[in-house]
């Protein structure tokens, strides 16, 4: 019980923050698989992790139609897009890879639940 608590209780000020930065729910939960690691919290300021987390949500939402159980280059072709994003906003390169693969899975949470609105 007192798990769940816990639980309720993350789920609650996540909300309150994803709508303190304006955000969508994709797009926070893109946002919090950027913002998880302390380096990228000191380099980049709050609105370019916010900007960030609004492109790499576009990006996603451009390629909603793809099977990604079948289409391994598309993952392969994101992965590569996620990259080039990170850099384009000077995310930091030491912790590149672990936010590409966080991303990623997120990303494909995500263009699933949109193929079916």
Same mark, same amino acid.
């Given at each position: 019980?007192?798990?769940?608590?816990?639980?309720?209780?993350?789920?609650?000020?996540?909300?309150?923050?994803?709508?303190?930065?304006?955000?969508?729910?994709?797009?926070?939960?893109?946002?919090?698989?950027?913002?998880?690691?302390?380096?990228? /919290?000191? &380099?980049? =300021?709050?609105?370019?992790?916010? #900007?960030?987390?609004?492109?790499? *949500?576009?990006? !996603?939402?451009?390629?909603?139609?793809?099977?990604?159980?079948?289409?391994?280059?598309?993952?392969?072709?994101?992965?590569?897009?996620?990259? /080039?994003? &990170?850099? =384009?906003?000077?995310?930091?390169? #030491?912790?590149?890879?672990?936010? *590409?693969?966080? !991303?990623?899975?997120?990303?494909?949470?995500?263009?699933?639940?949109?193929?079916?609105?």
């Amino acid at each position: 019980m007192e798990e769940l608590i816990n639980i309720s209780k993350e789920i609650v000020a996540s909300d309150a923050e994803a709508k303190n930065l304006g955000l969508s729910d994709f797009e926070y939960a893109f946002y919090s698989a950027v913002a998880n690691n302390e380096s990228a /919290r000191e &380099l980049m =300021q709050h609105d370019n992790l916010r #900007d960030l987390a609004v492109v790499l *949500t576009q990006k !996603v939402r451009e390629n909603t139609s793809i099977d990604w159980t079948i289409k391994e280059s598309f993952k392969a072709k994101l992965k590569v897009i996620i990259k /080039r994003t &990170l850099r =384009q906003f000077g995310y930091p390169p #030491d912790m590149q890879l672990l936010a *590409t693969e966080t !991303v990623l899975k997120q990303a494909e949470m995500i263009a699933s639940e949109l193929a079916m609105q």
